[in-house]
């Protein structure tokens, strides 16, 4: 009896002290620039020495859960350009206002210090691509992270969906095609509002798998709703899926060594780069670079699109000491005759792709710390047939709804590099990359995980979408 009773007592022990080494704090506050207060958006804000972290919003605040061990470490909060903040968690002020100040340094005084290294653009960004083998991870590695997929026209938002994620990585040298997974592990809010628009997608779903409506004429009333749900699904992973994202060639830079990559052997074909400024990122040096155009077209070689005829622009951001890249802005506008007619006609922008991607340093490698996707996506053009009645002259055509701004944000928070963890979770995992994976709401596991905080003006949006979300509930 009293062994029975000492069991229990030390179960429960156990229980307090699992329960207090899991336990989290949240933390919260605003950054803004110190001149201007005006808010500063994706400055990264995390703990030091370890992978826990995130970004800012658009209105330049913050939220983050902090384990329990680590409220003694350090809270760092940086952003390119701007001198960094530090403070021991533990006196953090929660919900109070960081000004970062400007931190620029000479860029005379980088370009001319030795004859050895790089003076131009072009030469940084070829000596950076030579030495993504050093500077990526070379082993075997999981991150999770956390994804907003969001969609909208002008007028209103119609999908929204929040997703836990796994992203596994053999190592940077290997074939992302074969060596890269993707997996979702659980969702949180899903509103959808597109079965009202998704017309066109449905008839090109048709087209794709060889077959044709039975009447000719489409209308929302004559589609299943399963056949709808798989039409979009399609249409998902064709434009903006996980796995295009991650494995295609607008992961700039883990893929720069595929076949055709865009910054691959040939990048200075299509691609010109001008050192701009050599800036402050957290103590460090490093080169602001801007984009521009080469001599050829850009081009995705997506199947059953045309995505050619691009120019590139934007800005990268290179460590001045190892030459690692730490972010990329990168823009594909309409260039060739036939891409701007196209771009023009269907979507009324010469902005088809616009890609953010940030790393973050952890034990002398870079990993993905936050990417950003955003490209119009086609989902109704009205009946492209002889007997079309709707015409862009005719009353009714509404050329804001013949397409959505798709966008895809997505925070990793957390490295793990145990093999035994990395093998366990290979073997478990369904590694499916599939949004559309039905699973249970698990609020015991939403509440310790690292999220992007929404603005205010994406709280008033998302509650709106919720009161008029249709799809899957019929």
């Known amino acids: 009896m009293v062994q029975q009773k000492f069991r229990q007592l030390l179960i429960l022990m156990m229980g307090l002290i ?9 933390i919260k506050g605003k950054v803004a620039d110190f001149m201007t207060f005006g808010p500063i958006e994706s400055a990264s804000v995390y703990i030091q020495n370890t992978t826990v972290g995130t970004i800012t919003n658009a209105d330049g605040k913050f939220a983050l ?3 329990a061990k680590n409220m003694a470490d350090t809270l760092v909060i940086s952003s390119i350009g701007y001198s960094s903040y530090r403070a021991i968690i533990s006196e953090f002020e929660n919900g109070s206002d960081i000004f970062l100040e400007e931190d620029v340094a000479s860029l005379d005084e980088v370009v001319l210090v030795a004859d050895t290294r790089p003076k131009t653009g072009n030469e940084i960004m070829v000596r950076a691509i030579e030495r993504l083998p050093e500077n990526l991870p070379a082993e075997p590695y999981l991150e999770k992270g956390f994804l907003r997929h969001k969609e909208r026209n002008k007028k209103e938002y119609k999908w929204l969906i929040e997703a836990a994620i796994t992203l596994y990585d053999s190592d940077y ?25 998704s017309l066109f997608t449905y008839s090109a779903y048709l087209k794709n798998i060889g077959r044709s409506p039975k009447s000719g004429v489409v209308s929302r009333n004559s589609i299943k709703t399963s056949t709808l749900i798989d039409a979009i699904k399609w249409n998902d992973e064709r434009v903006s899926g996980l796995d295009n994202l991650f494995k295609g060639k607008l992961n700039l830079i883990r893929n720069a060594g595929a076949l055709g990559a865009l910054f691959g052997k040939n990048m200075l074909e ?3 780069f001008h050192l701009d ?26 199947q059953g699109i045309y995505n050619e005829g691009f120019e590139p622009k934007g800005w990268i951001y290179v460590y001045y000491d190892n030459y690692a890249i730490k972010k990329v802005e990168y823009e594909l506008i309409a260039a060739s005759d036939v891409q701007k007619k196209r771009s023009k006609s269907l979507f009324d922008t010469q902005t088809l792709h616009k ?68 093998e366990e979770e290979l073997k478990e ?13 698990n609020a015991e596991f939403w509440k310790n995980y690292n999220v992007l905080l929404e603005s205010q003006e994406e709280e008033k949006l998302i509650m709106d979408l919720s009161k008029r979300a249709t799809l899957f509930k019929e």
């Open 429 to 441: 995992n369904q590694w499916t990359a599939d949004i559309f994976s039905p699973k249970p709401y």
């Open 65 to 67: 859960m902090v384990p």
């Open 355 to 422: 890609v953010v991607e940030t790393y973050r340093e952890y034990n002398g490698k870079m990993y993905p710390s936050y990417f950003y996707y955003e490209t119009p996506k086609l989902v109704n053009v009205g009946d492209r047939s002889s007997e079309r009645t709707k015409t862009e002259s005719a009353p009714g055509f509404d050329k804001s709804e013949q397409y959505y701004y798709t966008i895809q944000e997505i925070l990793f928070s957390d490295i793990i590099q145990d093999p035994e963890l990395i």
């Open 18 to 26: 699992t329960a207090t080494a899991l336990s989290q704090t949240e």
């Open 173 to 197: 040298g290997a074939n992302a095609k074969d060596n890269l997974k993707i997996n979702v592990d659980e969702t949180r809010k899903s509103y959808d509002l597109r079965d009202i628009d």
């Open 270 to 272: 299509r691609h010109q």
């Open 277 to 302: 400024t050599v800036l402050v990122d957290n103590g460090r040096k490093i080169y602001k670079i801007k984009i521009s155009k080469g001599a050829d077209f850009v081009g995705l070689n997506t």
